[in-house]
């Protein structure tokens, strides 16, 4: 089986998601890789935070996007987690200065260009991927498919995934037309091996998300999915090796 195995927003189940300590996690385990989400500040720097809130998961308030880099690196980010309090907001940057010697990839999920068309968040992500030599170790995904078309007519060699929540009709055909590398599914909308066969058959690779439980995982397994975006990336690699 040749199923990789990615941690949602690090290691989200044993700490903090979206911080240093859950990538450093992910690392320890010897995930293949992490998925993050990414903001722009409102000074244009890339932070990573899911929510454009930052009410959940920070002692603050306030939106993302309306606050400095220097007002979210006030904000305690631990979410209540023992052990981890003071840990702040990671920018992008300071994630690929802890990953970039691990060798591990990174699923970057676009958040800002959900509700900005203008997609300055593009050129920066790219920018941040060559100067720390992470090329070939990055991929894109966004539920706004247009920013990942966007990234395509820029260069046909970055990598994208479309994410979704529904069940597609041929979601194949719709992948090439973007065109994408990947879709990023609900796991729930995985129905049988023909979705990811016919996938396979356009190249297109399967990632679907957030798959957290044994029978779930076992499933994505079964349907020899390429990746699986988990919160508890110990259990899903303990059952990989299992499988064998
Ligand atoms: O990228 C997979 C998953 O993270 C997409 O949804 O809301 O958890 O970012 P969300
Ligand atoms: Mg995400």
Partial sequence: MNTQVFAHRGASCTAPENTLPAFEQAAALHADGVELDV???ADGQLVVIHDDTVGRTTNGIGVVHQMTLEQLKTLDASMGKAGFAGV???TLEEVYRLLQPTG???NVELKENEYDNGFAVIP???ALEEA???SGRVFYSSFNHYALREMKHLSAKIQTGLLYAAALVDVWDYAASVPADAIHPNFFTLRDKNLVLQCHAFDIAVR???VDNEADLQ???EQNVDTVITNDPELALRLRKENG
Avoid: A, D, E, R
């Fill in 39 to 41: 903001h722009l500040s």
């Fill in 88 to 90: 702040k907001i990671p």
């Fill in 104 to 106: 591990l990839q990174v």
């Fill in 124 to 126: 920066k992500v790219l």
């Fill in 132 to 134: 720390y030599g992470m």
């Fill in 208 to 210: 679907p998300w957030t």
């Fill in 219 to 221: 499933n994505m397994f």
